[in-house]
């Protein structure tokens, strides 16, 4: 059997799957203290340490001086790509920027009756750093990342883009990640990867600026890094590893389901795929295409794996009682399966993006849809959104006093300092009433 079949009637049966599932909050590897060193080195030594690191794990022969991608590599790169990859990565580019463009917030202004102005300022950050895992040996990085991470960015005004990513053993970097930031206007990047390439982002080397926001996934010690920095640069999140729900009925195919589940759990043996249904007929053929469609994967082991230890088919009493399930495990992926996700989608209340019906499989939204695949991971949904323009913005509030509201409203503002032992707060604003 590929995953177990539990049987949770509803969501007050939920509490032992929950425990299970927090597993994956964990994965048995603090590497807290590597990573903090890695930063130092990187803080002290700079582009030096850089590309140590980068000999030592991505491409032996790499110096200090290559740590910057050349216009000629970006030129070159743009020559090995076929024109229908370009057209494809230009079309899935405008409908993510089509579905950021609605997300800007514009600064806004009110006049109170004395004149006194309120207000809110929104503005971008001015730099930016995005981390593209490069996936296999930098062979098979993560393009569709760049996309989801730059364009907000760019929507929300950003002025400066710069990019790492680990390079090939050759020390080049993939030319398709290349081509795709050609296509972005995106032009300073760089081949370092993992903790260092976190640490030369936030501190700055001799060639990699400081940036005030860092986005883009990564592996544990990218994760930890981001974590250990964060108060030092804005992120975008902790990400845990991929997981799906989906909610499904009688009228949905037992095969899509199974290519969906496995969507996901070949993303890593951490990932994690849940089918909620109230038909067990359905359960059935599910687990059986599970077993047949494993077969034909080239990433096998890793998707047998995360369906082993992360993966389950939950049977409940019916559609009610599986949104309720749902709702509990606050999915980064919500699937509804169902003859009419409409009706059922007013019952969901917590999930990073929801895919609505049969002919919605997640990867519609994770490559090319618009709207962002960096959602909320390990039930964050409950209190977390997608990355969005708003992760590039800042918000300062504007407060123009006129003189009458200030002495109107002094010993108000006085008493109030006072009542926390701020003396000099209270006499700040009483001079200005005499």
Known sequence: MPCRIIACPDASQFDGIQEWLSGREDPGKNVDALVQEIIDTVRERGDEALAEYCR?????????????VHHHEITSALAEVSEETLAILTEAAENIRS?????????????????????????????????????????TPLISSLLM????????????????????????????????????????????????AIAALVYGTECIAPVDVIAGPGNIFVTTAKRLLTGKVGIDMIAGPSEISILADNSASAEWLAADMLSQAEHDSLASAVLITPDKALAENVQAQLAQQL?????????????????????????????????????????LAVSDPWATLGSIRHAGAI?????????????????NHVLPTLGTARFSSALSVQTFCKKTSIIAAQPA?????????????????????????????K
């Open 99 to 139: 579905f950021h463009s609605q997300q800007k917030e514009k600064s806004w202004w009110t006049t109170k009756e004395d004149g006194t102005i309120l207000g809110q300022r929104v503005t971008p950050v001015e730099r930016v750093g995005l981390y593209v895992p490069g996936g296999q040996g930098g062979e």
């Open 149 to 196: 991470n730059a364009i907000p960015a760019q929507v929300a005004g950003v002025s400066e883009i710069a990019v790492v990513t680990p390079p090939r053993a050759d020390g080049t970097v993939n030319p398709t990640l290349l081509a795709a930031a050609h296509l972005l206007g995106i032009t300073e990047i760089y081949k370092t990867g993992s903790a260092w």
């Open 56 to 68: 030592k794990f991505d491409c032996k022969t790499l110096t200090a001086g290559e740590l910057r």
């Open 295 to 335: 077969e034909e994967l080239p990433r096998k082991d890793i998707a047998a794996a995360s369906l082993k230890d992360w993966g389950a088919i939950i049977v409940c009493d019916s559609l009610e009682a599986g949104a309720g399930i749902v709702n509990r495990i606050a999915p980064e992926h919500l699937e």
């Open 355 to 371: 895919f609505m019906g049969h002919h919605t499989p997640e990867p519609v939204g994770d490559y090319f849809a618009g709207p």
């Open 405 to 433: 509201f200030t002495e109107a409203h002094a010993h108000k503002i006085a008493q109030l300092a006072r009542l926390e032992g701020l003396e000099a707060h209270a006499r700040s604003v009483e001079k200005r009433s």
